[in-house]
């Protein structure tokens, strides 16, 4: 610990995962409760693909993304998280990886699928970070690779959930919408505008998006509960 600098230090206790460290928490009980209402509604439908995106930046995708994926691994699904956000890719940063190989490394065909994911400290849980950033992200992620990575990762994994980048900002999320089975998208309360929710929307359901649920990050209840967590 001692030879971090401060600023390193600051990013990995922001980004301290409550359903990790704190299961029994009020917030943790709520990512549960998100995960039962996905899973109910898709009593008919195979969900094994999700995104997660939101309308602009700063929502809570990456947090969400990140809890989720933990609580589908403790409910013991193989459950792999994938970085696909090509733009301001944050998971290594959650999951203390290095970020030199990635998911853009597997598309590119650098490396293979097998040698890009890495085992987490949380059981079932394996992650893919994003790997270097190229400056075509929507085009890797539109690509016939990207079609063949799924098709690997969903004989591996029960779950597969990306982290995207905003819809309203780039194309990359309606992309992968349109490949995945259901899109979850984050909603802050008090910062998302209402028609910036409703045009993300639109946008998704125009890629034929399946939106199996949003999800109303609120910011300052959580920090409080997170000062909760902290101050234990
Ligand atoms: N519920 C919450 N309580 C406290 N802090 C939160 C909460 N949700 C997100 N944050 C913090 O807000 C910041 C932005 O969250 P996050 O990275 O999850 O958003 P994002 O939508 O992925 O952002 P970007 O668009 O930049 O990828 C992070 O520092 C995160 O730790
Ligand atoms: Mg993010």
């Known amino acids: 610990m001692g030879i971090r600098n401060n600023k390193q230090k600051k990013m990995e206790t922001q980004r301290k995962l409550v359903t990790q460290h704190d299961p029994k928490s009020p917030i943790s009980e709520q990512y549960r409760t ?7 509604s898709s009593i008919d439908e195979e969900l094994q693909t999700l995104i997660v995106t939101s309308a602009g930046p700063g929502e809570g995708k990456s947090t969400t993304t990140a809890n989720m994926a933990v609580v589908f691994a403790q409910q013991g699904k193989k459950v792999l998280l994938v970085d696909g956000d090509l733009r ?15 998911l853009t490394s597997v598309l590119s065909k650098q ?19 994003s790997g270097p950033l ?8 539109s690509s016939r690779s990207m079609m063949e990575l799924l098709r690997i990762a969903k004989e591996q994994y029960d779950i597969i959930i990306f982290d995207t980048p ?8 309606q992309v992968m919408s349109n490949m995945c089975d259901g899109v979850i ?4 309360s008090g910062r998302t505008e209402k028609d910036a929710a409703v045009k993300a929307k639109e946008l998704l359901t125009a890629a034929k998006a399946k939106i199996v649920g949003v999800v109303l990050n609120n910011k300052e209840e959580s920090k409080t509960a997170s000062y909760y967590y902290y101050g234990k």
């Open 34 to 40: 998100i995960r039962t209402n996905i899973q109910f």
């Open 88 to 102: 301001k890719p944050t998971v290594h940063y959650t999951f203390s990886f290095t970020n030199t190989f990635g």
């Open 111 to 129: 490396i293979s699928f097998q040698e890009a994911v890495k085992t987490s400290q949380i059981e079932n849980l394996d992650i893919l970070p």
């Open 134 to 141: 190229p400056p075509n992200p929507a085009e890797l992620l």
């Open 166 to 173: 905003p819809v309203l900002v780039v194309t990359d999320a």
């Open 185 to 188: 998208l984050v909603v802050s």
